[in-house]
């Protein structure tokens, strides 16, 4: 059985690790498996060798924006017309829009992957992500409330939900060393994972916890914009942004706490590695639904509310003045390790790509 996954590139995101990740597993489990993507990137994960990937646009081709975009149908066209597949799986609203656009010359089924909170989707995205849902056979969802977005524009569609599984990276001994005064994050530098909420809260907590410092993993648009509310805020040399690291397990596992503060999320793939490790971790409770899926409050984690500064710094500060209930948080959120393992959740793909 053959499997093709379509998806926009293979450059970072948690949606562009779960593509390599299942496809991997699919072809270990004795599938045929390609991605096809729309453009040609750096890839940012590991992916089994017997995974071919194409592309609609290589880097040599490259022009224009209009060029770009221009190019690509006539290519995605051809493509569908001549593979020779079983089953596609395609994630992100921008792509699945596309797929299900030429639902019509596909004669193989199509299952869509919701990887974020379809809520945020305005104007022409949502629209169309509702108007070509049910062209879909199969879809699946990270939350619950994600698949309640899309309600009857699905009711005909065979539909689960899927947690994302941890990345076998971070499924480690746990660290014993001593641990740096460092707190944490991690993701895109964009809007959506709000770090200025991230920092403003450290800003408050900053002159009481003098010997802590805030380190912020990844990279994207808003760095120079975030580098320079850190200096507003006279923080500099207290809060680092190292970019993209390839040894991110083994520097994350030795700082103090983890923190995330985005505006929304799908299933959010820092946190969950975050928790396995053992980190005590805060979360906003995001829509639409992932850090509620995997925090219990008090007990593996803290959940605080969108966009407060305030909640979060106190929230911070109870993690680093109470190291017995931090290390029980830690020891506890462990354990998702175990009941997201990847042999667990691919499992799940791979029964529902059958059934569909």
Same mark, same amino acid.
């Given at each position: 059985?053959?499997?093709?996954?379509?998806?926009?590139?293979?450059?970072?995101?948690?949606?562009?690790?779960?593509?390599?990740?299942?496809?991997?597993?699919?072809?270990?489990?004795?599938?045929?498996?390609?991605?096809?993507?729309?453009? /040609?990137? /750096? $890839?940012?994960?590991?992916?089994?060798?017997?995974?071919?990937?194409?592309?609609?646009?290589?880097?040599?081709?490259?022009?224009?924006?209009?060029?770009?975009?221009?190019?690509?149908?006539? $290519?995605?066209?051809?493509?569908?017309?001549?593979?020779?597949?079983?089953?596609?799986?395609?994630?992100?609203?921008?792509?699945?829009?596309?797929?299900?656009? !030429?639902?019509?010359?596909?004669?193989?089924?199509?299952?869509?992957?919701?990887?974020?909170?379809?809520?945020?989707?305005?104007?022409?995205?949502?629209?169309?992500?509702?108007?070509?849902?049910?062209?879909?056979?199969?879809?699946? !969802?990270?939350?619950?409330?994600?698949?309640?977005?899309?309600?009857?524009?699905?009711?005909?569609?065979?539909?689960?939900?899927?947690?994302?599984?941890?990345?076998?990276?971070?499924?480690?001994?746990?660290?014993?060393?001593?641990?740096?005064?460092?707190?944490?994050?991690?993701?895109?530098?964009?809007?959506?994972?709000?770090?200025?909420?991230?920092?403003?809260? !450290?800003?408050?907590?900053?002159?009481?916890?003098?010997?802590?410092?805030?380190?912020?993993?990844?990279?994207? #648009?808003?760095?120079?914009?975030?580098?320079?509310?850190?200096?507003? =805020?006279?923080?500099?040399?207290?809060?680092?942004?190292?970019?993209?690291?390839?040894?991110?397990? /083994?520097?994350?596992?030795?700082?103090?706490? !983890?923190?995330?503060?985005? #505006?929304?999320?799908?299933?959010?793939? %820092?946190?969950?590695?975050?928790? %396995? =490790?053992?980190?005590?971790?805060?979360?906003?409770?995001?829509?639409?639904?992932?850090?509620?899926?995997?925090?219990?409050?008090?007990?593996?984690?803290?959940?605080?509310?969108?966009?407060?500064?305030?909640?979060?710094?106190?929230?911070?500060?109870?993690?680093?003045?109470?190291?017995?209930?931090?290390?029980?948080?830690?020891?506890?959120?462990?354990?998702?390790?175990?009941?997201?393992?990847?042999?667990?959740?691919?499992?799940?793909? #791979?029964?529902?790509?059958?059934?569909?």
């Amino acid at each position: 059985m053959k499997i093709t996954f379509f998806i926009g590139s293979l450059y970072g995101g948690g949606a562009e690790r779960v593509t390599c990740n299942l496809a991997s597993y699919l072809v270990q489990q004795g599938y045929q498996a390609e991605i096809l993507t729309m453009s /040609e990137t /750096e $890839r940012a994960y590991e992916l089994d060798k017997r995974v071919t990937v194409k592309t609609l646009l290589p880097l040599s081709d490259r022009k224009s924006k209009l060029w770009n975009t221009v190019i690509r149908f006539p $290519r995605f066209w051809n493509y569908l017309r001549k593979n020779q597949t079983d089953a596609y799986v395609v994630m992100l609203p921008k792509t699945i829009i596309m797929l299900l656009a !030429f639902r019509k010359m596909i004669k193989a089924k199509v299952i869509a992957a919701e990887r974020n909170d379809p809520k945020q989707y305005k104007g022409m995205i949502e629209k169309l992500s509702l108007k070509y849902a049910s062209r879909a056979d199969g879809w699946v !969802f990270q939350t619950e409330d994600a698949q309640k977005w899309y309600g009857n524009a699905i009711k005909n569609c065979k539909a689960t939900v899927i947690p994302n599984a941890i990345n076998p990276v971070f499924i480690r001994p746990q660290y014993m060393g001593e641990k740096r005064k460092i707190i944490a994050g991690a993701g895109r530098l964009n809007d959506q994972k709000n770090f200025g909420l991230l920092i403003r809260a !450290f800003a408050k907590i900053a002159p009481e916890f003098p010997e802590y410092n805030l380190t912020i993993y990844g990279k994207g #648009d808003k760095e120079q914009e975030l580098k320079s509310f850190v200096d507003s =805020l006279g923080l500099r040399g207290r809060v680092e942004f190292p970019g993209n690291i390839q040894n991110i397990a /083994e520097e994350m596992e030795k700082n103090t706490m !983890f923190v995330l503060s985005s #505006d929304f999320e799908g299933m959010p793939n %820092a946190l969950m590695e975050a928790m %396995a =490790l053992g980190l005590p971790c805060i979360s906003t409770d995001c829509p639409c639904g992932g850090p509620r899926y995997l925090i219990r409050d008090g007990v593996n984690g803290l959940l605080v509310p969108v966009g407060d500064a305030d909640e979060m710094a106190k929230a911070m500060s109870k993690v680093l003045s109470d190291s017995g209930k931090s290390e029980s948080m830690g020891n506890s959120a462990r354990k998702i390790a175990e009941s997201l393992a990847p042999g667990k959740i691919y499992k799940q793909w #791979d029964d529902f790509i059958k059934v569909v």
